[in-house]
């Protein structure tokens, strides 16, 4: 690994250690914790720790790293727990880190008393995981966000720039 990838994978790890010290218990916001937030500030109240973990980001080990408008970053660990058969991550683990950084990119365009859900995911595998790896990024940006409807794609990637695997989305808004 080079230098730059070292480093990077050095700030990642820092930061992730940083984010999942948390204490408290996973679990879902409460309807006053998102009440009379934005989308973004829902995301950054989650990073802030004033909104329990999902559960998922504890069961798959990654968290989220980082939010703008139309922007979310997670950083996940893959482990031997996540294997498959064949003896690599299993894809489910790649889908799940991508669902997550595009549907929440998604979330942060939001307006108040907005909501999303996921209509589709198209992911592409482009090469393996293993637990090798001490740690990926999956980052998600928004591509376009009517009033209906946003599709946004993704990346997951090493701390070399090396891609694992690319998806996109479409999400539809209501009320």
């Known amino acids: 690994m080079s230098t730059t990838a070292e480093q990077t994978l050095a700030q990642w790890q820092a930061l992730y250690e940083k984010l999942t010290a948390r204490s408290d218990a ?7 914790q998102a009440a009379n937030r934005t989308g973004l500030a829902v995301m950054q109240a989650l990073i802030a720790g004033e909104i329990p ?24 660990r893959p482990h031997f727990a996540h294997y498959n058969p064949l003896g690599m991550v299993h894809g489910g683990w ?19 008393n907005k909501r999303y859900t996921t209509l589709e995911l198209k992911v592409n595998y482009v090469k ?44 539809l808004i209501f009320d």
Do not use: Y
Not at 26 to 32: F, I, K, S, V, W
Not at 63 to 72: F, I, S, Y
């Open 26 to 32: 996973p679990g879902l916001a409460r309807p006053e």
């Open 128 to 171: 393996a995981v293993s637990d090798k790896l001490p740690m990926l990024r999956a980052v998600g940006q928004v591509v376009h966000r009517g009033a209906r409807v946003a599709t946004a794609e993704g990346r997951l990637e090493g701390p070399d720039g090396t891609l694992f695997a690319h998806a996109t989305t479409t999400c």
């Open 53 to 76: 973990v999902p559960p998922i980001a504890r069961t798959l080990d990654f968290t989220l790293a980082e939010v703008a408008e139309g922007r979310a970053v997670f950083l996940g």
């Open 94 to 112: 790649i889908a799940t880190l991508l669902d997550s950084s595009v549907g929440c990119a998604v979330h942060t365009t939001l307006p108040v």
